[in-house]
């Protein structure tokens, strides 16, 4: 099937500690990307690669993404539309990543199949996979999910500027306040040029607005983000509005 999840190791084809509250996190997070420049073309569909933890720990925060993906979907569709990859690690050796997929229904889809297993961080093999998709075509941007790091960042921190070169950037998203964590998320955000942001743990409403403007930028880069506000209903102003 198409869509079977693929090896994604580099094989496949070629800080300070949390001091800050959540807003002022997504604060820096819009700040960082309004220095950014324009993600795709004039008419051109966003790439995003989308990827999350899913050792045994991270369960409850898959099936929260799995819920909240269709959203990216939606806030890209009018922009210009939005290709995606999921990408996911497990175990001690397992990473994999998805077809390109353009409709929620398929992501999702996806993502019901794949449980959670107990396992280390795998980051170094997703920045790899990410810089040779996007050697093979551009990718506007990574995002990574997660609330653990247990590598040898100065590994991670070459990874990320191989990625950088390419001008990747990577949005790095930190479910609850692991310090090393932290570190090793804000240190690959600043070499790729990204974004750092941490959302407390279980808080769906958090990611969720992440999610979408991301989405948001990969399709249509910042002018699409600074009309994002503009377009949803009072709810939803107000998370994006915790942006700016």
Same mark, same amino acid.
């Given at each position: 099937?198409?869509?079977? *999840?693929?090896?994604?190791?580099?094989?496949?084809?070629?800080?300070?500690?949390?001091?800050?509250?959540?807003?002022?996190?997504?604060?820096?997070?819009?700040?960082?990307?309004?220095?950014?420049?324009?993600?795709?073309?004039?008419?051109?569909?966003? @790439?995003?690669?989308?990827?999350?933890?899913?050792?045994?720990?991270?369960? *409850?925060?898959?099936?929260?993404? #799995?819920?909240?993906?269709?959203?990216?979907?939606?806030?890209?569709?009018?922009?210009?539309?939005?290709?995606?990859?999921? %990408?996911?690690?497990?175990?001690?050796?397992? #990473?994999?990543?998805?077809?390109?997929?353009?409709?929620?229904? @398929?992501?999702?889809?996806?993502?019901?199949?794949?449980? #959670?297993?107990?396992?280390?961080?795998?980051?170094? !093999?997703?920045?790899?996979?990410?810089?040779?998709?996007?050697?093979?075509? !551009?990718?506007?941007?990574?995002?990574? %999910?997660?609330?653990?790091?247990?590598?040898?960042?100065?590994?991670?921190?070459?990874?990320?500027?191989?990625?950088?070169?390419?001008?990747?950037?990577?949005?790095?998203?930190?479910?609850?306040?692991?310090?090393?964590?932290?570190?090793?998320? &804000?240190?690959?955000?600043?070499?790729?040029?990204?974004?750092? #942001? &941490?959302?407390? *743990?279980?808080?769906?409403?958090?990611?969720?607005?992440?999610? &979408?403007?991301?989405?948001?930028?990969?399709?249509?880069?910042? @002018?699409?983000?600074?009309?994002?506000?503009? &377009?949803?209903?009072?709810?939803?102003?107000?998370?994006?509005?915790?942006? @700016?």
């Amino acid at each position: 099937m198409a869509d079977k *999840p693929r090896d994604a190791t580099p094989a496949h084809r070629a800080g300070e500690p949390a001091t800050t509250s959540a807003r002022s996190d997504i604060d820096a997070f819009l700040s960082k990307v309004k220095s950014l420049g324009p993600a795709t073309g004039t008419g051109g569909r966003g @790439r995003l690669i989308f990827a999350l933890d899913a050792t045994m720990s991270r369960q *409850p925060l898959w099936d929260t993404a #799995c819920k909240l993906q269709a959203d990216m979907f939606r806030e890209a569709a009018s922009i210009g539309g939005l290709d995606v990859q999921l %990408v996911y690690y497990r175990s001690l050796a397992e #990473c994999r990543a998805s077809a390109w997929v353009s409709q929620a229904e @398929r992501l999702a889809d996806l993502m019901t199949r794949i449980d #959670c297993r107990g396992g280390h961080t795998q980051i170094g !093999k997703v920045l790899s996979h990410a810089r040779t998709e996007s050697e093979r075509r !551009k990718v506007q941007a990574l995002v990574f %999910v997660g609330d653990a790091m247990e590598e040898k960042i100065d590994d991670l921190c070459q990874a990320a500027g191989e990625l950088g070169l390419l001008g990747v950037p990577a949005f790095m998203f930190q479910e609850g306040y692991d310090a090393i964590a932290e570190q090793a998320f &804000r240190e690959i955000a600043r070499l790729t040029k990204g974004a750092y #942001c &941490r959302f407390d *743990p279980g808080a769906a409403h958090e990611l969720g607005a992440l999610l &979408r403007a991301v989405a948001a930028y990969a399709a249509g880069g910042m @002018r699409a983000l600074a009309d994002l506000s503009a &377009r949803r209903d009072a709810g939803a102003v107000k998370l994006i509005a915790q942006m @700016r």
